[in-house]
């Protein structure tokens, strides 16, 4: 027997883990943190879950035998299969045994790694990597990397992962074949960014395929905002083309292509990006990858911000050792607020006392994707900030999720013989806007198994 059992994204934004049973084989894909339903019974940093039986307890995380790090049984999963590396889609194979294949792409496992590596406050037992100047970079995962055109073979499963276009690089879909049928997965994907090629490809794939099950996320179905990454580029150069003093913008860590449209605004207008050490971080460990084509920190229109702090771990001693002269403070902004282009979040506010921005500065805000359900109460209390700053918010955003008309485009092309919508809070609506194509469409209910 062949089945899908959906734990998280069902009726959320968030939170994918789809549990593929086939025969004796059984996969996840993706295996994601679920922000939402945390959110209903914890309060970081004062309550916060110490290990996986807490998730387990409230329905959070599935209750599969020998998954966790905590049962002494054998994983009764024989891999799990991440399409990005985006939290929501990620973060719960820290509570997973170590032994356990993750399936990913090269670059999505880049990511993962050097966000652990910079993150402290990770219990050492949960930890996914770690550096210490003693032991130096450890991986405690077993990552098995792909690229589009390689065939993964799991037990009786097939996968072959397409790339597509996300507001993170590495996103990938996947098309399974399974004894009884085939099945299309999108993973997150759009097709109004710069490589919107990529999802096309993907699409055309999936057709090819005739796949029995599509399971497609459906995040934009309400609230699409109909803004290209191409418009957001113009807007931000001309928003900073008529700031006289500090442009500061805030934005995603991982969203490359944002990073790369600030670092572009930054250059037309003769200024230096000046990129958190986080962020920093993130770029220096890209570096390798030669597909993204990424900005390097030696490149003259950047600079590090580094924030006034006690203690330095040792990834930013890592930093400090390969960008000396990058490092920039406070007080060096403060003084040459007309030339730079600050990369500036809701946690970098403690800054603006010695940044100080003069009169004609500005705060461009560029993020707003629904996973970080934390953005509502950071927001007004950004405000208060940008208040006592005298910052006036200009808003300019592009989402990393398909428009609606697009999403109908897309499964009218692939054709399947039954949809399962996910990662949308709105599925119901979904089916009713497609409802003409006369595609059967699953709602699919979390925890329940559903036979191909
Ligand atoms: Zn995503």
């Known amino acids: 027997m062949t089945s899908l059992t959906f734990y998280g994204g069902t009726g959320e934004i968030g939170g ?103 993150s402290a406050g990770q219990r050492a037992e949960y930890k996914i990597a770690n550096l210490t100047s003693n032991q130096g970079q450890q991986v405690f995962k077993k990552f098995q990397t792909f690229r589009t055109g390689d065939v993964l073979n799991i037990g009786s499963i097939k996968l072959e992962p397409i790339h597509v276009d996300h507001s993170v690089p590495g996103a990938y879909g996947f098309i399974i074949y399974t004894s009884n049928g085939v099945i299309a997965y999108t993973g997150d994907f759009r097709l109004h960014g710069p490589k919107a090629t990529m999802s096309m490809e993907f699409i055309h794939k999936a057709k090819q395929a005739h796949p029995d099950v599509l399971i497609t996320e459906a995040t934009n179905i309400v609230d699409a905002k109909m803004v290209s990454e191409s418009e957001v580029e113009e807007k931000i150069r001309h928003i900073v083309s008529t700031t006289r003093r500090l442009a500061l913008a805030g934005f995603y860590l991982n969203d490359i292509d944002r990073l790369t449209t600030f670092w572009q605004a930054a250059k037309t207008n003769g200024r230096q990006l000046t990129v958190s050490t986080k962020q920093a971080w993130m770029i220096h460990n890209l570096q390798g990858d030669k597909h993204l084509n990424l900005f390097g920190l030696e490149d003259p229109n950047v600079l590090i911000f580094q924030r006034e702090k006690k203690r330095q771990y040792e990834w930013e001693k890592t930093l400090k050792q390969h960008y000396p002269d990058k490092i920039v403070d406070s007080y060096y902004v403060n003084a040459h607020q007309d030339e730079l282009l600050l990369a500036a979040s809701f946690f970098d506010m403690n800054e603006m006392v010695e940044v100080q921005p003069e009169p004609g500065s500005v705060y461009i805000l560029s993020q707003s994707e629904p996973f970080n359900e934390e953005m509502e109460i950071d927001y007004n209390k950004l405000l208060n900030w940008l208040e006592i700053c005298g910052l006036p918010l200009y808003q300019v955003h592009a989402s990393g999720h398909i428009n609606p008309d697009e999403l109908k485009w897309a499964i009218r092309e692939i054709n399947p013989g039954k949809l399962y919508p996910v990662h949308t809070e709105r599925p119901k609506l979904l089916a009713t806007y497609i409802r003409d194509l006369k595609i059967e469409v699953v709602c699919p209910q979390n925890g329940m198994e559903y036979p191909l």
């Open 16 to 118: 994918n883990k789809i549990l593929l049973r086939d025969g004796s084989t059984s996969i996840f894909l993706d295996f994601g943190k679920n922000f939402g339903r945390e959110r209903q019974f914890y309060d970081e940093p004062y309550l916060s879950p110490r290990e996986e039986k807490h998730l387990i307890y409230l329905g959070i995380l599935p209750k599969i035998r020998g998954l966790y790090k905590k049962d002494d049984a054998e994983p009764s999963i024989d891999a799990i299969v991440l399409s990005h590396p985006h939290a929501d889609h990620w973060d719960y194979i820290r509570y997973v045994k170590n032994s356990v294949p993750i399936f990913c792409g090269e670059t999505t496992k880049t990511m993962i790694v050097a966000k652990e590596l910079a």
